[in-house]
């Protein structure tokens, strides 16, 4: 059983004074309370909340500019909404600033930019930072996907798409030049092995669209699919685990997509009908993503052969919008699919960014 960075910070440490807390609802301890109700329980003083997109509750919509908001008479600073790090007034008077968020381990979900922009923000005001580390849910030991090269909320420095960090290894990595006062409260009996589902630990939504722990290891890939005009699953029960579109044949797509023998995985004509986003109330056909072997999925390559599959049965009927580059976080890999670069030369590419950068990042690592 795999203890969270909180579940050892409330069994061995405490701090005094004005308590900032960057987190949201779905960070708990084993027992199931929120950070927020265990540190009060602790008799530590929250001063001021601070949430990341979709909002301390997880109830905001993707990309929502949430406005400030109140929990009783604690004040709920949003970052993502008018503005993205906290700002001084916001900080002024804490004595520390906490940071416990549940991120998947995919560099285009914007809480590792959040973390980023508030330890900067703390930075400039000598504010001692503590994280407490929660599981990267795809683990530690694979990196996949070209580094970053266009930086935005969702690449906020060079890393890969898969990035094989724990949100405190992330943020240690970044701290190199940074030089803030931060602090990491490393997890219990966490290893770079295990996956979400194998820490004994449960899975909250960290937002409406990540159901599952296991969507994490999809979503590496599947999420390039926003950056098309084929709908990524968002207005269904299933984003992320299913893919579609009007113009697209079911039976023919699942066919392609099985004939490549992907390692860990399988795929299944499905038809759905989004309630929201991309097609919403259209019926759309696609496939259903199946997870065979955890172990073996390498997401973000499964999303290359996805787009490529795409490309090669629909043509100019399957389109790039201008998301695309923002999430890849380069114009290499749009332009590497136009030009009909072979799946194989692009993921080579792209797999050795990542491997450069696993090496490299063990400077920051805290677990084995």
């Known amino acids: 059983m795999t203890d969270s960075g909180l579940d050892v910070f409330l069994a061995a440490q405490r701090v005094r004074g004005r308590v900032g807390l960057l987190t949201n609802v779905a960070s708990l301890t084993t027992e199931g309370r929120t950070v927020l109700d265990a540190l009060r329980g602790a008799r530590i003083e929250v001063s001021a909340l601070f949430a ?12 929502q500019r949430m406005a400030d908001d109140r929990l009783g008479a604690l004040p709920i600073h949003s970052l993502y909404g008018e503005r993205f790090a906290p700002t001084p007034a916001a900080l002024h008077g804490l004595s520390v600033m906490l940071i416990d968020l549940q991120d998947t381990g995919t560099r285009w979900y914007t809480y590792l930019a959040t973390a980023q922009h508030t330890l900067t923000a703390c930075a400039a005001l000598d504010l001692p930072v503590i994280v407490l580390d929660r599981p990267n849910p795809q683990g530690g030991e694979i990196a996949e996907g070209p580094l970053a090269d266009i930086f935005t909320v969702v690449a906020p420095f060079a890393i890969p798409v898969r990035y094989g960090l724990t949100i405190g290894e992330a943020l240690r990595w970044i701290n190199r030049d940074l030089k803030a006062d931060l602090r990491v409260i490393p997890l219990r009996d966490w290893r770079r092995a295990l996956l979400f589902g194998e820490t004994g630990l449960r899975w909250v939504s960290p937002s409406p669209n990540m159901p599952h722990a296991k969507t994490t290891l999809l979503y590496s890939g599947t999420g390039l699919i926003e950056g098309t005009n084929v709908s990524e699953g968002r207005g269904t029960t299933l984003p992320f685990e299913q ?7 079911a039976e023919s797509l699942s066919a392609y997509m099985n004939e490549l023998e992907l390692p860990g995985l399988s795929f299944a004509p499905a038809w759905f009908r989004p309630t929201l986003g991309k097609f919403a109330g259209e019926r759309c056909e696609g496939v259903r993503l199946y997870i065979t072997d955890t172990r073996l999925v390498r997401g973000f390559n499964m999303g290359v052969h996805l787009l490529m599959a795409l490309r090669a ?47 490299a990042s063990q400077a920051s690592w805290l677990y084995e």
């Open 52 to 63: 990341s997109e979709y909002g301390y509750f997880g109830l905001g919509g993707t990309g």
């Open 243 to 249: 893919i579609g579109a009007p113009f697209i044949h």
């Open 313 to 359: 049965l629909y043509g100019k009927e399957v389109t790039f919008n201008h998301v695309f580059d923002n999430l890849a976080a380069t114009v290499r890999l749009r332009e590497a699919i136009e030009r009909g670069d072979s799946v194989a030369h692009i993921t080579d590419w792209c797999d050795a960014e990542a491997r450069a950068f696993h090496q």
